[in-house]
């Protein structure tokens, strides 16, 4: 893990971290979460994510979709058993 020192300045009325090269981000918005140490957490938020999983959706055909439904519809029912121990479901009084 790289460990860099930075400096802490304010810009406007905001405070801002400046970023150094080796660890730049590709993107021009993050997610900031202050874990209960006081640690922060930069998780870059890439607007393609959503899309991508949308398109990978949109490729299965009606007969993907068609055999997921008849699978489901074909599950069989849980098996009743006997209960492993005797005294497990004996209510206490």
């Known amino acids: 893990m790289t460990t860099l020192t930075t400096r802490v300045f304010m810009n406007g009325n905001s405070q801002a971290v400046r970023i150094p090269a ?3 981000l590709d993107t021009d918005r993050v997610e900031i979460t202050r874990t209960t140490n006081g640690d922060l957490i930069l998780h870059p938020l890439h607007e393609g994510r959503g899309r991508a999983l949308l ?9 993907f979709v068609a055999a997921l439904e008849e699978d489901r519809t074909q599950r069989q029912l849980p098996q009743d058993r006997e ?11």
């Open 55 to 63: 398109g990978v959706l949109e490729g299965f055909d009606e007969d």
């Open 83 to 93: 209960d492993l121990c005797d005294t497990c479901s004996t209510p206490t009084s």
């Open 22 to 24: 080796e660890l730049r």
